[in-house]
């Protein structure tokens, strides 16, 4: 009887290892006897849509099991709340009794249910990433996305380089061959596997002879990206409102227009873009339009400070409303051919004070600095952050507030 109970509490121990296997083992049925001549069988699978928990267990748990599950693993977490594509496990003895289940919540949360004797101990397990810093060098042929892919990088690591130049640098229109950027990232690990990217802690684009410096420093406003003299690298505008595309037409005050056929005023920038490409405000501001707008078909305005206002026209979808309040970067609606366009794009346009101005030739103003007494501060961090980088520290930090 002893014996028994051993082998059982064993079974049970292997059970629970098996199913703490990382989860890109692949999913299947294991049937393969674990220990002496008591089999146990092991599930894996994901979530799919529509499923609950009662129909991915229904072939090898009774209703008044899963039932029993459930209420086991409550206190911790509501197995009513699987979502689509996260993995489970489960281990059943010969007797039909549950041994061992597992639930992927999220990347770093698992819900872990065993039997001990005749009762079910639930529990959250938290992972922890492991965090390693790598630099990593490219040089641009074609784009900035096939750069870091040559670099053996994914897309993700391009789009946070361009988000973190999107003040300084119109990824459609100013990168050219032979440009080249070189970053210090966080890599978050997993098992040992990469799981995601983290910050960028510092970064350098190269740009014929101008050399462009980014650097993560967290102060009293926050955390945000500056330069080698702490100016910080966001500005009021972006230089674009949507992500690598080209421009099919530039600001002119003679055009012909494709449509109508008459020479006439183009005051804006219009994008070229696949439909559904997102498009992003400009800058922080208040939404004062929405809706059909003449020859800009369905379009959004937005009230900025200093008597700034820009227009997107020609969208596909409007994603806010009249009166509210957006930020800088904020998706408001996606690219389309609404009103008087010939194919996808999405025309951009800013006023002053009532007088159009051309989005790609105006001196924005500026951000604010580093605070005076933080300026001791940034210097040590920016000192670490361009070892990072294999760059001596080249200036001290400048008194931005007096130039």
Partial sequence: MQRTGSIRRLTALAAFLLLLLPTHVPYGLDTTPLLGSEPLIVVRGTVGHNDSLASVLANRLSPAAILRLVEAAHPVYDLGRLSVGRPFGLAVGPDGLLRAFTYGIDELRILRVVRRGD????????????????????????????????????????????????????????????DSF???????????????????????????????????????????????????????????????????????????HPILGTRRPHLGVDYAAPPGTPVMTAADGVVDLTGWLGGYGRAVRVRHANGYETLYGHLSRIEVRRGRRVRQGERIGTVGRSGLATGPHLDYRMTRNGTFVDPLRIRLPPAEPIPPREREAFAAVRTEQLALLGTATPLRVADAAAR
């Fill in 182 to 256: 070189r970053v210090a990232v966080e890599k978050l690990f997993l098992d040992g596997r990469f799981a995601r990217y983290g910050r960028v802690l510092a970064a350098r684009f190269v740009r014929g002879d101008r050399v462009l410096h980014a650097l993560f420093y967290e102060g009293s406003r926050g955390g945000g990206y500056y330069d080698l003299e702490g100016r910080p690298l966001r500005k009021a505008f972006l230089r674009s409102p949507l992500r690598f595309n080209r421009i099919s037409s530039r600001f002119s005050r003679s055009r012909l």
């Fill in 119 to 178: 009762e079910l101990d639930a529990r959250v397990v938290t992972r922890r990433y492991e965090t390693r810093t790598q630099a990593i060098d490219g040089r641009i042929d074609s784009s900035l996305f096939e750069a870091v892919s040559a670099a053996g990088e994914q897309d993700q690591l391009a789009l946070d380089i361009a988000d973190i130049f999107a003040w300084d640098i119109d990824f459609h229109t100013e990168v050219q061959r032979g």
